[in-house]
């Protein structure tokens, strides 16, 4: 496996992490509006597996997510 495939399932599975936490409610779409905590974390399952998430608020309604 090359390094852009690599990279390309690292993306998938961020992104299916993340849609995963919304889907639970961990992350809401209006992160605004729900008076989330700035920053946390929660544990999820993805892909059958046991996952930690964690966010931060950057400000400008976006937040960075580490899975």
């Known amino acids: 496996m090359n390094k852009a495939e690599q990279q390309e399932r690292i993306k998938k599975i961020m992104l ?6 919304v889907k639970t409610g961990v992350i809401p779409l209006m992160f605004k509006y729900l008076k989330m905590t700035s920053e946390g974390y929660a544990q999820i399952t993805v892909c059958d597996k046991p996952t930690i998430i964690n966010w931060v608020y950057n400000g400008h309604n976006e937040f960075r997510v580490s899975v």
């Open 16 to 21: 299916y992490a993340t849609n995963e936490a």
